[in-house]
């Protein structure tokens, strides 16, 4: 058995290795290659490969996309236990499967690693509750930290017990005395007995607490938590205060004697944030008012218990429900925030570039307002009045007045006289898309930024005449050579507090500074800061949703750097130690990548490859 910390073989190869394993979540048939796409033969169900991975779903399910994670997180790479390993190397004539990897960095000849999301050494995408394997494929089942988020424990459990070989061994690990954690869910706690009630179906030689269980580390995840929480005048006073005298004093609490020398203790106690309190609640309460009940009297959860996949897809399909609501509520407010932004740039394509414009309204025409059809109508009428020099006097003219009345506008046009939190930093090689990410910027409903554009020997007439108008029509705008570019992450660049680097095209959701602020303003600490993203790489794609666990410090000083996280603008001071840095994650999309309604032929810049 070998373990690299690449892929043993190509992603095809990996792929035909494993191909007569799988099974179709939807009817249990035989998998067979075509394209780019795996196809059963008896339901005709179509499933997607990506990258040589196969993505197979349920069809009540939806993709939850792409994650990467970093070297230094060994939390999410979920290294295996010494039990664990064992059974592996005990089974290098079998197959092992290894469900809920997560984001290993070394494959193993004879285990196949499953998720939920496709990190860089996934084989299968799927879910849990409806493994995509036929009967009898393993001769052991792991799975670690993974039971505390799955919706489904108990139709995970069945599902293993249908994989597994009769007399094939299952070790199962999971989560008691935890805060909340992981992505995106974390469903249930489980003590030993509601583990063993999970798997009464197996004959359990062994339950108990494994050495890396030990409620010491309970203990020290629990106050770590705790402490990153709070305010720092707080942690400091809590870790000067000793265990005896802090369990006193909450006891003193509990029976309502407290003294004014547990005051100070106590406030820094209650001085968790409120959205941090969940994840170390002693409890969680429902409030929740009875809905109509089904006409025939059988509730889903009954329903499920007659017939076991109908019953699990039509609960799943509830959940889902309202899963897509809220997911249509943001992609509402998203798409209302695209139309915009390709409304602005449209009207000032419309005025600066006539040879552009014919493109850009063919496509976008139908979709804008009247309003904006009246002013292209008007630029195009005035364009064919106007000799040429003249519409170039109008032009100056023009933008003589904007750069007034910015100047005299508040606040998207006037210079701020504080701090800018973020610089964002763009070498433009394209006009359209300098526009979406400038009309994304403007937009923003936190107005402390600025924009560096870096100038090079590259760029074309119209992209220097885009970086100059958008220069005088806004004061937070500045041009700068590129003579430094590659020290761009090493040396501080512009006076935000936070430094972003973005490729062609790379738009911010309209409240993306404002909720970085906010992260900041509640952990003073962090150094970078990293959200979700989307990512669409041909146009009519539907969007990739990507996110990141951690962050690979090999290439943050480089100028290729992710392109979505904020690091702070400190210079080497800060750089000097990158595994020193306080991260900062937002699990919601906050950056997108849409496809450039014009080509350049021009190189952009590199973006995440998901």
Same mark, same amino acid.
């Given at each position: ?37 795996? =196809?059963?033969?008896?339901?005709? @169900?179509?499933?997607?490969?990506? @990258? ?58 004879? #285990? ?70 992981? /992505? ?15 798997? +009464?179906? $197996? ?8 050495? /890396?269980?030990?409620? =010491?580390?309970? *203990?020290?995840?629990?106050?770590? #938590? ?57 409890? #969680? ?32 399909? %509830? ?5 897509? *609501? ?5 992609? *509402? ?6 139309? !915009? ?6 009207? /000032? ?10 493109? #850009?309204? +063919? ?9 904006? +059809? ?46 800018? $939190? ?63 570019? !590659?020290?761009?992450?090493? =040396? ?13 095209? @790379?738009?911010?959701? $309209? ?33 990739? +949703?990507? /996110? ?5 410090? !090999? ?25 020193? %840095? ?18 350049? !032929? ?6 995440? =490859?998901?």
């Amino acid at each position: 058995m070998t373990t690299d910390t690449a892929p043993t073989s190509s992603p095809s190869g990996r792929l035909t290795q494993i191909l007569p394993l799988l099974a179709c979540p939807r009817c249990s048939g035989a998998l067979h290659m075509a394209a780019q796409t795996l =196809q059963c033969g008896a339901c005709a @169900a179509v499933y997607p490969v990506r @990258a040589g991975v196969p993505v197979l779903l349920p069809e009540s399910m939806q993709e939850p996309g792409v994650g990467t994670v970093s070297a230094d997180d060994p939390v999410s790479r979920h290294p295996y236990s010494p039990a664990a390993l064992e059974i592996i190397e005990a089974h290098r004539d079998g197959w092992v499967l290894d469900l809920g990897a997560g984001g290993k960095h070394q494959r193993w000849d004879n #285990v196949i690693q499953i998720d939920i999301f496709r990190f860089p050494m996934t084989d299968v995408v799927c879910t849990a509750d409806r493994l995509p394997f036929r009967d009898n494929a393993f001769k052991a089942v792991i799975s670690q930290a993974v039971f505390e988020h799955l919706q489904f424990p108990e139709w995970a459990a069945a599902e293993i017990r249908r994989v597994l070989q009769p007399g094939g061994i299952a070790k199962i690990d999971t989560a008691f005395l935890q805060p909340e954690h992981g /992505y995106p869910h974390h469903f249930y706690n489980a003590t030993e007995t509601g583990l063993r009630h999970w798997f +009464r179906d $197996f004959d359990i030689r062994w339950s108990g607490v494994e050495a /890396y269980q030990h409620p =010491q580390w309970s *203990l020290s995840w629990f106050l770590g #938590v705790y402490l990153d929480r709070v305010a720092p005048a707080h942690q400091a006073l809590l870790r000067q205060t000793t265990v005896g005298d802090l369990l006193s004093a909450l006891e003193r609490r509990g029976r309502g004697q407290t003294s004014e020398a547990d005051a100070a203790v106590l406030a820094a106690l209650d001085a968790l944030p409120l959205h941090a309190q969940r994840i170390l609640a002693a409890g #969680v309460s429902i409030d929740a008012i009875n809905p109509p009940k089904l006409p025939t009297g059988v509730s889903p959860a009954s329903q499920a218990g007659t017939d076991a996949m109908t019953g699990l897809e039509a609960v799943r399909q %509830l959940s889902l429900a309202r899963e897509e *609501l809220s997911l249509l509520r943001t992609q *509402l407010a998203w798409m209302q925030e695209q139309h !915009t932004v390709v409304q602005d740039r449209s009207r /000032y394509l419309a005025q600066f570039y006539p040879k552009t414009t014919r493109e #850009v309204l +063919r496509r976008i025409w139908p979709h804008i307002s009247w309003r904006a +059809r009246l002013q292209f109508s008007a630029v195009a009428w005035l364009r064919a009045c106007l000799s040429h020099d003249q519409w170039q006097r109008l032009r100056s003219w023009a933008g003589a007045w904007r750069s007034v009345a910015s100047e005299q506008s508040a606040p998207r046009g006037q210079a701020s006289q504080e701090r800018p $939190f973020a610089t964002i930093i763009l070498e433009p090689r394209d006009a359209t898309a300098l526009a979406d990410t400038f009309f994304s910027l403007v937009r923003q409903d936190y107005s402390a930024w600025e924009l560096v554009l870096l100038q090079s020997d590259q760029q074309n007439v119209a992209v220097r005449q885009a970086m100059s108008d958008f220069a005088r029509l806004d004061a937070r705008v500045c041009i700068q050579s590129t003579s430094a570019t !590659t020290q761009v992450f090493s =040396q501080p660049l512009g006076a935000g507090v936070f430094r972003l680097w973005v490729p062609e095209g @790379a738009t911010l959701a $309209f409240h993306a500074l404002r909720s970085f602020m906010t992260l900041v303003r509640q952990h003073p600490q962090v150094n970078a800061l990293t959200a979700d993203l989307e990512l669409t790489q041909h146009e009519g794609e539907t969007p990739l +949703r990507c /996110y990141h666990e951690g962050l690979d410090w !090999t290439h943050i000083s480089t100028i290729s750097a992710p392109w979505y996280v904020l690091l702070k603008n400190a210079g080497s001071a800060t750089d000097a130690d990158p595994s020193a %840095l306080a991260c900062g994650h937002i699990p919601e999309v906050l950056f997108h990548r849409p496809a450039p309604l014009i080509s350049s !032929t021009a190189s952009v810049a590199t973006a995440p =490859q998901c």
